[in-house]
């Protein structure tokens, strides 16, 4: 398997040319964030992630995690001690409260090291993002004790976290949960609830490498309404903690297997019993796990979707930086690979880069991870300004495109990397199918990524219904009105571009917009006369909306790139071969992939009539 490098550098033109990241630092309760700080927050994190993390990718994913006998659960051998130096690091705490030891940092800071992880080693990276939804819900709804009684061990890593959703039963449906919640006090506990149920599909759910997990755990107390009104949230800890801040007795949460699955083989998935029998009197509490509720009961729901959106973007995520490792993997392997004359004449081989199809093919997988960059960071760094900008106008302004955004990035980039995943096994050949080379490794890995935290059907109803039909379009109508501001620009700088690149940008942008617009209106106008006809569109517009944000990103990239290449014309410099990259990637992106805009506009409004014409015994 080739070597992870991170791709700092254009890291650093999306931060400081795309997503804002001198305004960013401009913000009010962000502190000593220079240029300089921040390249070097980027420098070690590369460093960590290419020589202590890449290293255990795939020997983790030959060997996985083991359950043991007991309920216990070793991970890959080399975890234990990355973790350790994770944690010695400050990683974790990279973006949290400095109240509770966190660095306060700002997302945009943070999503680039989270991207550096996730290409280094996926399956290590999914126990830190479970962690940081935890404290996220913790921070907005845990009482002042509970915050100060688990958030300095979590922000630093030492305790982890999990979400405890899903059930046999119930799965994208909670409303059919029965995990139950009884009210319960004790001399020593105080007042709790003793929580009996399973739960299935639990990220990190056990592990050897906290002293801690803090499970958030959503069940149902004896009165609850019946559906998703009455699911309360609960802290369920593996170790009970003393009043001292020290652990305690186990807890009655026993592991009784993990799942076998088809990629991220490192990462334990466990089916988790709370309230069974444990072995002894050290596991065995009572008729329950002791568990705490956080805020009031029957909201638990509502909390719990804070954490879902900070997984949401973080699974966003793990599709640019799965899509960006197997490109790195496909290009190295096109240098070296020597097989076929170039067509243009010879008579020796040559690598298989020469060969035009193998350089398609390479140009989709970069261009594809270079607008899922563009992207994210983009929301990245406007999620800062919605917490933090002095101006409530404009907090709302950026907390609506993020909104709005949040299931294109969870939805489009996983998606996304699928294709991009495979087409890397395709310019390998035979040996991709082969599990040795590494290729075939990416393409397992990432196909979880469209169906946890939300299918991209769940993200493509919640886009259509909660975020363009809710407002009839307006926030989309917003977007697209500065999407015609850059394709306005790209018009006026396409005289200083010889080559033509900008203008073949714009009309490729032009006509994404076009479809895009018109697919926001046809939504607005039909949800409600027509809804099984709206979401029978509904994935193919969330893919739409992906590809128009991520070629606007990518047009105002090579806006940036040519600016700057006429400011330093005359020169052959590594900025200028970068720069020229930039704006040739862009165009790719706009012939190749923003050309699909037709096709889908298409499956959007006028698809539905053959989605649904059949009736259930002509399946």
């Known amino acids: 398997m080739s070597d992870y490098r991170a791709p700092i550098r ?56 083991v359950w043991e006998s007991g309920g216990a659960v070793r991970t890959p051998a080399g975890f234990q001690e990355a973790y350790r130096q994770f944690i010695a690091g400050g990683w974790n705490a990279l973006p949290f409260p400095a109240e509770y030891g966190g660095q306060d940092l700002p997302k945009l800071v943070a999503t680039p090291v989270m991207e550096m992880w996730k290409s280094a080693n996926l399956a ?3 126990c830190p993002l479970l962690t940081a939804g935890a404290i996220e819900a913790l921070l907005l709804r845990g009482s002042p004790a509970q915050k100060q009684t688990y958030l300095p061990k979590m922000v630093e890593g030492v305790w982890s976290g999990t979400m405890n959703l899903t059930e046999p039963q119930a799965g994208s449906d909670l409303a059919l949960l029965r995990t139950r919640a009884e009210r319960a006090t004790d001399p020593v506990l105080g007042d709790h609830y003793r ?55 186990r807890n009655a949460i026993n592991c009784v297997s993990i799942e076998h699955k088809l990629g991220i083989h490192a990462s334990p998935t466990a089916v988790l019993i709370y309230g069974g029998d444990g072995e002894d ?45 197997a490109y790195q993997h496909a290009r190295d392997y096109a240098n070296v690979r020597i097989q076929s004359r170039d067509l243009a004449g010879g008579k020796e081989a040559v690598p298989i880069l020469r060969q035009p199809d193998v350089r398609r093919m390479l140009m989709s997988m970069k261009a594809q991870t270079e607008a899922m960059r563009a992207l994210a960071y983009v929301v990245g ?11 409530s106008t404009e907090r709302a302004r950026l907390g609506a495109f993020v909104d709005l955004m949040i299931p294109v990035v969870k939805g489009w980039c996983t998606e996304a990397s699928i294709d991009v995943t495979s087409t890397g096994i395709q310019v390998h050949g035979g040996v991709g199918f082969i599990e040795e080379t590494g290729a075939a490794q990416f393409l397992r890995d990432a196909r979880i990524t469209t169906i946890y935290e939300g299918t991209t059907a769940i993200q493509a109803n919640d886009l259509i219904g909660r975020k363009i ?29 010889g080559e033509g690149h900008l203008a073949a940008i714009g009309v490729g942008l032009a006509a994404g917009i076009e479809a895009f617009a018109d697919c926001v209106q046809w939504i607005a106008d039909h949800y409600r006369s027509d809804i099984k006809a709206a979401h029978a569109g509904s994935v193919p517009f969330l893919k739409l909306t992906g590809i128009v944000a991520g070629g606007w990103q990518m047009a105002r990239a090579a806006l940036i790139a040519h600016q700057r290449m006429v400011a330093g014309a005359g020169g052959a410099s590594p900025d200028q071969s970068f720069y020229q990259a930039k704006i040739i990637t862009a165009r790719f992106f706009a012939d190749h992939v923003l050309a699909n805009g037709h096709g889908l506009r298409i499956e959007i409004m006028s698809g539905a009539s053959s989605t649904l014409g059949l009736a259930d015994e002509q399946f």
């Open 469 to 497: 039909a809710r407002d009839s379009g307006a926030t989309a109508r917003a977007v697209i009105a500065e999407m015609r501001s850059t394709e306005a620009e790209l018009r006026g700088a396409s005289a200083s571009d």
């Open 381 to 391: 760094g406007a999620m800062d300004g919605a917490r933090l900008h002095p101006d």
């Open 281 to 325: 009197d050290a596991t065995a509490i009572g008729a329950g796990a002791v568990g705490y509720l956080v805020g009031e009961e029957n909201r638990g729901l509502e909390y719990m979707f804070i954490t879902m959106n900070a997984a949401r973007f973080a699974v966003g995520l793990e599709g640019l930086a799965i899509s960006e490792r």
């Open 10 to 65: 254009d890291m650093q033109f999306v931060m400081q040319e795309l997503a804002g990241q001198a305004r960013v630092a401009a913000l009010p309760g962000i502190t000593e964030l220079s240029a300089d700080l921040v390249d070097q927050v980027l420098q070690e994190s590369a460093r960590f992630s290419e020589r202590v993390l890449a290293p255990l990718n795939q020997s983790g994913d030959l060997e996985g995690s």
């Open 195 to 249: 929580i009996r149920g399973q739960k299935i599909f639990i990220t990190y759910g056990e592990q050897d490498l906290t002293e801690n997990i803090i499970h958030l755990v959503l069940a149902r107390t004896p009165d609850a309404p019946e559906g998703v009104k009455g699911i309360s949230m609960f802290i369920v800890p593996k170790f009970l903690v003393n009043s001292d801040g020290t652990l305690g007795r």
């Open 124 to 126: 290590f990276s999914l």
